[in-house]
Structures are given as structure tokens and as C-alpha cells.
């Protein structure tokens, strides 16, 4: 090789390495000209390459970086190469996430924007990942589903899958207690709860402990593997080629699989003209367009869990007009309905049982409540509008909530300039178009400011008289704003159920593989477990006798 050669060669060579850590370095200054701190960012990383690499949960690490800046009510961070500012203060976050919502519509785009309305990538098609106009018109037409009428209609196929476990743990446990990994139990319930209320089948998880939906379930959520995170990364990236490519969150053997039972499920009710008071008939009727909110009588609200009240009043806006569905976006809101109940709802019930094992008096009261609640209904079956009668009840599932939040924070993307005031001398900056919002509800959740001793379970931090203390914007289980979490009442029904049927049977008994306190699953998926957590299910009688 000439020296001219070799020379020639060097120089696009340090050229090239310059470019591409310019590129990857070009928003690393951007917090230099804003009035408020930041972390200091590495090249590609940003701040998250502890999520990256495994190092941390990521409720861990939204309480670390929260309390790295107390008394702060806004400070910068970067995901990967994007600016991020995470919004401490509850008054401001009502303003950028309701008052001043039109400039925070859409969530950041981790896995692509919207694709053709009839390919195979899903995702983008979810409620969730869906932006502007298209999301106001899918939020629209999906809102009747979630009605409090709605949830009465389909709360008998949750109390069956109800009774179902509890007969099965009797079976197991008829002569002495077990120890179950309590994830496990719960994410075998919620399956089943999701497959009969949003695909229309008849499963049990517990009998039929390797069936297809179960199995093809569990990968579907599994997205701690290093596929999903190549993706993330891909996108972070080059989120044109990715696009491209159509590359979705969803792996295409899982998307076939429950594809092809909705719309064989789909294709039969049309045919034989069934009707059943599930997830795929409302879907149906929001894909033909006649799926209204006039149809009922607005409930009243004082029947409603504290959860849920709070995410109504904080999230009612008019969002736009209603459309039909396609085949494919039905399909797709199938599939985030399975990951919001399969994952949230049985990770969050792993933990409320875990709180309860670790705090007998609360489970006690608990107990008596759930004694007093079966004699009052003389033998009959438990109703939607009982089960909202239960005050503790709903004050020990919304402490839960509080001390575990299945989202350890939320998003929103800044869609056009927006200047935020943040102090009473007229200090103010701009949020610019294209950065990103972080709010994070774990450490609101765990700050002493707005609860005392966050790290103490207590459900009497939401008694009647105490829960007019708690400060709007601080309590913040299922998000905030139009953006909330619009299958907020299901989950709830869904937990308050299981755990109602459970404890008329059994007690949760810490013992000796109860890990205090449980190792949080480490990378970027939400709440999680390292290790599950081990409980012993000990049947009531054996106390009593």
C-alpha cells in the first residue's frame, strides 16, 4: 500500500469516526442554555445505559434519578440521544399533561409510527403507540367499551375465571398449606380472564398448565430478551430504516397466533350470529361504528374505586369523533389489552399479595370485609356494583398501586414549542418540539412530601377523611390526562375480584422462600420480578381448626 493510499484511508477513516460521534454527541450540550440541572449524558447512552445493560429496574432507577434533584421541579436526562425533561412538581405536570395537553398528545415513538393500516406490525396500530388524530379517533371509538355498564356486562366471565382458581387451590391445599411463586399464579389467572374477555375462548391455565394462549402469552410479553431491546436500540437509532422494514415490538409468531383466533372468532359471530358479553363483541360493534356512549346513563361516580375516580376526573376531555376499526387495529387492541392484563394486572396482584402476607392486620380487615360482603349477598354471587361497595377493599388495592406502580413513569412527546413557566420570578424556558416529558410516578409515589413514610404499606392513607389530603397529580397509578390508561376500571374490577374469592378460602402467608424485600426484575420493562415472589396459600380452615 503507497503511503498516499494509506494516508487517503486514515483520514476518511478518523473522518468517518468523527461524523458518527458528532451524530451520536450532536444534543449532548442541549440542556446548557435551559435554567435547570441535568444528568450529565455519555455518548449513545444518554443516561440509560445502566437500563440498557441490566443494572438496574427501572423503578429503581426513576427513584434514584427523582431524588437526585429534591428540590427541583423540572430537571433534564437523555434516553438514548433524545432530550428528556422529568417533571417533578404535581402542577406542572397537570399542566403539560391536561391544561396544555394539545402540545403532549402522543407518547414517544419506540417502535415505529403508524404503518399501513392493513400490514402485519401491530404496534403502531395500538391505542397506545397511535398519535394525534388517529389516536383522538381510536380513544373515541374505544371509550364506550370501558364504561362502568360495560364492565358490569362482562364481570360474570371474570368471577367464573374467579372461581375456577379458588377451586383448583382448594384441590391442591385440601391438607395442609403450599407455597406458590405468586407471578406465575397471577399471570395463569389474568390469561385466562383475557382469553375469555377479549378473545372469546374458554381457558384454564391451571388444569391445562401448557396450553397454547398461555404459552404464546408469556413470549408476547417477555420483552426483557435481547431481541427487544436490539429493536429499541434500532429505533432509537434509525428509526427510518426500522420503519422501513416494518420491524415490530411484536414478534410475528405471536401477532399470527392471535391473530388468526380473533379473526376466526370474529368471522364465526358474524356468521351463526352469536352474541357474548365479552371484549370481541364490543370491539365488533366499534368496527361496525354503532358502539355509543349514549347508551347508558353516566354512572355514579361515588360507586367508583378512589383509582379510578381520580383517572376519570383528571382525563376527561373531548378527543374527537368516532370511526370504524379495521380488521387489523382490532386485532392490535386485542393484543395490548393481553399485554395490560396479562403483565400489569398479574404483576400488580403478585405485589398486593405480597404487602398482605407481610401485614396480617391489614389482611384481617380485609378478610372480615370480604365475610361481611358474601353474608350480605344471601348466597348469591358477587355483583360489579358490590364489589365497588367494598371501601377497604379499594383503599388496600390503591395503597398497593401507590407503593408498586406497574408503570414506574410515563411519557409524552413535546409536538410543538412549548414555554413552560417554572417559578414565581418569571423564570421560564422552552420545551422543544421533538424532546420528550418524563413523568415519574414512582418516585411521586414514594416522596415523603406527599406520603409520610412511603415505604410503609397503608391502606389508611385512603380512608374517606384522609384521601381529600392527597394532592391531585400525585397519585398517579394508571397515568394522567386523556392519555390515562383507558382499561383502568377492568383492572381493577379484575384484582378486587381475585383477591375476594381468594381470601374467603385462603390467607397469604409470608414463609421461609418470602424474599423481603422481592429483587425487582433489572432493564426496561415496567414492574417486574428478579426471582417471583414465593407465598403460602394456607386454606382458612386450617386456622380455624
Known sequence: MTMELWFLLSTVGVLLVYRVYAYLTRNNRYFDGKPIPHLAPEPLFGNVRQLLLKQVSSTEFIRSIYDRFPQEK??????????????????????????????????????????????????????????????????????????????????????????QMVQHFRQQSSDAGRVYEMKEVFARFANDVIATCAFGLKVDSFRDASNAFFANGKQLVNFNRIGVIVKAIGYSMVPWLMERLEVDLFDRQQTRFFGSIIQETVRRRKADGIVRPDMVHLLMRAQQGTLKHGEQQEEDRSDEGFATVQESEVGRTDIGDRRPIS????????LIFFLAGFDGVSASLAFLSYELALNPGVQEKLHAEA?????????????????????????????????????????????????????????EFTIDKGTVVFIPISGIHHDPRYYPDP???????????????????????????????????????????????????????????????????????????????????????????
Not at 380488521?327 to 386485542?334: F, G, I
Not at 397469604?508 to 432493564?523: D, H, I, M, N, Y
Open 371 to 427: 365475610l361481611a360482603t358474601r353474608q350480605s349477598l344471601n348466597g348469591k354471587p358477587l355483583t360489579y356494583d358490590v364489589l365497588q361497595r367494598m371501601k377497604y377493599m379499594d383503599m388496600v388495592v390503591s395503597e398497593s398501586l401507590r407503593k408498586w406502580s406497574s408503570a414506574p413513569f410515563v411519557d409524552r412527546l413535546c409536538t410543538r414549542d412549548y414555554v413552560l413557566s417554572i417559578g414565581d420570578d418569571g423564570t
Open 327 to 334: 380488521d387489523m387495529e382490532l386485532v392490535a387492541q386485542c
Open 74 to 163: 423540572v430537571f433534564g436526562m437523555f434516553d438514548f440521544r433524545t432530550p428528556v425533561f422529568v417533571v417533578r412538581d404535581p402542577e406542572l405536570i397537570k399542566r403539560i399533561a391536561i391544561k396544555d395537553f394539545d402540545h403532549f398528545v402522543n407518547h414517544r415513538p419506540m417502535f415505529g409510527r403508524n404503518t399501513d393500516p392493513d400490514s402485519d406490525a401491530l404496534f403502531a396500530k395500538t391505542l397506545f403507540a397511535l398519535t394525534d388524530g388517529q389516536w383522538r379517533q381510536m380513544r373515541a371509538t374505544l371509550s364506550p367499551a370501558f364504561t362502568g355498564t360495560k364492565m358490569r356486562q362482562m364481570f360474570d366471565l371474570i368471577t367464573e375465571c374467579s372461581v
Open 455 to 545: 415505604d410503609r404499606f397503608d391502606p389508611e392513607r385512603f380512608g374517606e377523611t384522609a384521601r381529600d389530603n392527597i394532592i391531585p397529580g400525585t397519585y398517579l397509578p394508571f397515568g394522567i390526562g386523556p392519555r390515562n390508561c383507558i382499561g383502568s376500571r377492568f383492572a381493577l374490577m379484575e384484582v378486587k375480584a381475585i383477591i375476594y374469592h381468594l381470601l374467603l378460602e385462603f390467607s397469604f402467608e409470608r414463609c421461609a422462600e418470602t424474599q423481603v424485600p422481592p429483587p425487582l426484575a433489572k432493564g426496561f420493562m415496567g414492574l417486574g420480578l428478579e426471582k417471583g415472589i414465593q407465598i403460602e396459600f394456607r386454606p382458612r380452615s386450617l386456622l380455624s381448626g
